[in-house]
């Protein structure tokens, strides 16, 4: 009796495996279809679509950028120490929102390494609260190599809440020399 309760017993478990097994390969094809499953329904509904299929790229346009104005924008270099400094151009006219980026070019002129910091300053000075500098050289101290020439970027905008009765922000940095490092060459 208890050989015919053990091989009952075994065929039961092996149903119970089967069962088991079918049920782990229905829940891993449940699982591998939810992807497309949940795009379908969110296509349908219209709910976290990225980017419609038929926009054109290349009509969107930035609204946060006025094109009703322009601000001149003009720049200035000081010098404290014995290089040149100065920026690539004079002056650029930018739309409030809109990126943009200046060049300045600095050589160190001395024979030895140098360490500078350049601080800016704004005019009108009420415009320092709305040019916004993303990146931009005077954040950090640079250092020069003996006799060497940079280029360094600034890139900003202008936050279109500028009041609109200013029309020119002068940009102006002073470079001036924090450390110097002498080489023993």
């Avoid at 990225?50 to 000081?78: M, P, Y």
């Avoid at 070019?105 to 910091?117: I, P, R």
Wanted: include cysteine; aromatic fraction near 10%.
């Amino acid at each position: 009796m208890s050989e015919l309760s053990d091989a009952k017993e075994k065929q039961l478990n092996f149903v119970m495996l089967k069962k088991l097994a079918v049920i782990a390969v229905l829940m891993f094809g449940f699982g591998y279809a939810l992807i497309p499953l949940y795009k379908q329904i969110c296509e349908l509904t219209g709910v976290n679509i990225l980017t419609a299929k038929d926009i054109d790229l290349k009509q969107i346009k930035n609204s946060q950028i006025d094109l009703s104005r322009e601000v001149t924008i003009e720049f200035d270099a000081n010098t404290q120490g014995p290089w040149r400094f100065r920026p690539v151009v004079s002056s650029m006219k930018v739309h409030p929102g809109e990126m943009a980026q200046v060049l300045y070019e600095v050589v160190n002129k001395q024979s030895y390494k140098m360490d500078a910091q350049a601080i800016p300053s704004y005019a009108p000075q009420q415009a320092a609260a709305y040019f916004k500098k993303m990146e931009c050289f005077c954040f950090k101290q640079q250092t020069l190599e003996a006799n060497e020439a940079r280029q360094m970027p600034v890139s900003f905008y202008i936050d279109p809440a500028l009041p609109k009765e200013v029309k020119t922000i002068t940009l102006s940095y002073t470079f001036f020399e924090v450390g110097i490092k002498p080489s023993k060459t």
